[in-house]
């Protein structure tokens, strides 16, 4: 309803001008298309923007699971982070960890990994650098050896989770082409 108004109003605007001031009325006409060229430009840069309740639902849904991922990405990241700089990796291990991280092999392993297995790590860390690592040193290792192992199984098992996807996705396409193909 207020559009249509709008555009009323505008209609006789313009009448009104063509009426009372005809030579401006060519200016007003040169003005309206550069509008719409300008209007039409900005509705194509947009984009896809749906308005349906399910739909918007549905993006808040991925932007929670995003920020959330983001922020498992960032504790396992930081509690890391920390074994390093006060107790440091073996490049080998330091090797495994970066990749670890990278890959984000840690989904099924987030809550063992962050809630008992890191920290206590940590704890143990804290506890030998207050003692100056005398009598620790050994069991920091081992313990620190046994994290980048579990790591380690991990990234394989999520190395061979991509490949049999890869493999499915190449059987899944083949099939397609060969039912295509007359």
Same mark, same amino acid.
């Given at each position: 309803?207020?559009?249509? *108004?709008?555009?009323?109003? =505008?209609i006789v $605007? &313009?009448? %009104?001008?063509?009426l $009372?001031?005809?030579?401006i009325l060519k200016?007003? !006409?040169? *003005?309206? !298309?550069? *509008?719409?060229?300008?209007?039409?430009?900005? %509705? #194509?840069?947009?984009? $896809?923007?749906p308005?349906s309740?399910?739909?918007? =639902?549905?993006?808040? !849904?991925?932007?929670?699971?995003?920020? &959330?991922? /983001?922020?498992? /990405?960032? /504790?396992?990241?930081d509690q890391?982070?920390?074994?390093e +700089?006060?107790?440091g990796?073996t490049?080998?291990?330091?090797?495994?960890?970066?990749?670890?991280?990278?890959? #984000? +092999?840690?989904?099924?392993?987030?809550n063992?990994?962050?809630? %008992?297995?890191?920290?206590?790590?940590?704890?143990?860390?804290?506890?030998?650098? =207050?003692r100056?690592q005398?009598?620790c040193? #050994?069991?920091?290792?081992k313990?620190?050896?046994?994290l980048t192992?579990?790591?380690?199984?991990?990234?394989?098992k999520?190395? %061979?989770?991509?490949?049999?996807?890869?493999? &499915?996705?190449?059987e899944?396409?083949?099939? !397609?082409?060969?039912?295509?193909?007359?």
């Amino acid at each position: 309803m207020i559009k249509h *108004l709008e555009t009323v109003i =505008a209609i006789v $605007f &313009t009448a %009104s001008i063509g009426l $009372f001031y005809p030579s401006i009325l060519k200016w007003v !006409l040169i *003005l309206a !298309l550069i *509008l719409i060229v300008y209007i039409l430009w900005q %509705s #194509r840069t947009e984009g $896809f923007k749906p308005k349906s309740k399910t739909y918007k =639902a549905l993006e808040k !849904l991925k932007k929670k699971r995003q920020r &959330t991922e /983001h922020h498992k /990405h960032q /504790h396992i990241n930081d509690q890391i982070a920390y074994i390093e +700089a006060y107790w440091g990796y073996t490049k080998e291990q330091a090797h495994i960890t970066e990749r670890f991280i990278e890959k #984000r +092999a840690y989904s099924e392993l987030y809550n063992k990994l962050t809630a %008992s297995l890191i920290p206590q790590i940590i704890t143990l860390i804290d506890n030998c650098n =207050a003692r100056d690592q005398k009598g620790c040193k #050994r069991e920091v290792s081992k313990r620190i050896r046994e994290l980048t192992d579990i790591m380690k199984e991990e990234l394989k098992k999520k190395k %061979s989770q991509n490949d049999e996807r890869f493999e &499915t996705t190449l059987e899944v396409y083949d099939h !397609l082409v060969k039912e295509v193909k007359p």
